[in-house]
Structure formats: structure tokens, C-alpha cells
């Protein structure tokens, strides 16, 4: 079993910046992928980022303003937002996918976390 808990949302001004934090216990989280995803207001839920071992990928609309990075001696997984715009107002989730794949698909991904709101005001 992994537990996630996700902190750092809030509310933040368009044109602003947050970061949010994943917090892992229960499994040393290394070698697994690590994944954000986001759902808003009554859409479905869409990835984000994903870090893994060999490398990390960011939803393709979103590159340039959000990063995502870990460090592995905390067991935690970061979201760097940048550049925020109220599109961006979500519920924002972390994931884990235990096989560690380049995974996109929210099906993919065995454990979650309770999620952290994310609301940006224009």
C-alpha cells in the first residue's frame, strides 16, 4: 500500500505561481512513476506530468509553465505551476503507477491521493 498526501493548493492571482507537494509513505516510491492529474468542475480528470526513472513528461498544452520533479530521499514528487491562468482551477491530484511506465491514463495508476484545490482568479 502507498498513501499520498497532496499539499501547496490555494488560491493565486492569474499570472501567478504555485507549488504543489506530493508526500509518499508506506513504499520507497524510486523506482515507480509519479503522476499529477487534474479534474475541474464537472470535466473529467486529465493528466498532467508524470516523472519516472528515465525521464518525465508534461501534457503538451502545459509544457513551458508546470514541471514536475521528485526527491526521492523525502519520498515526494513536486509540481512546479507557473504562469497560472484561471483555466488552470482544478482539483489537483497525485498518483503512483507501480510498474513505472510512461503512463497518461488515469487507469493506469494504482494509488491516490485526496487531491489539493488549485484556484486561480483572474
Known amino acids: 500500500q502507498v498513501q499520498l498526501v497532496e499539499s501547496g493548493g490555494g488560491l493565486v492571482q492569474a499570472g501567478g505561481s504555485l507549488r504543489l507537494s506530493c508526500a509518499a509513505s508506506g513504499r520507497t516510491i524510486s523506482s515507480y512513476t509519479m503522476a499529477w492529474f487534474r479534474q475541474a468542475p464537472g470535466k473529467e480528470r486529465e493528466f498532467t506530468a508524470n516523472?519516472?526513472?528515465?525521464?518525465?513528461s508534461v501534457a503538451n498544452s502545459l509544457k513551458g509553465r508546470f514541471t514536475i520533479s521528485r526527491d526521492n530521499a523525502k519520498n515526494t514528487v513536486y509540481l512546479q505551476m507557473d504562469s497560472l491562468k484561471p483555466e488552470d482551477t482544478a482539483v489537483y491530484f497525485c498518483?503512483?503507477?507501480?510498474?513505472?511506465?510512461?503512463?497518461?491514463?488515469?487507469?493506469?495508476?494504482?494509488?491516490w491521493g485526496q487531491g489539493t484545490q488549485v484556484t486561480v482568479s483572474s
Open positions: 516523472i519516472r526513472g528515465s525521464g518525465s
Open positions: 498518483a503512483v503507477d507501480i510498474q513505472g511506465r510512461n503512463a497518461w491514463n488515469q487507469y493506469e495508476y494504482e494509488y
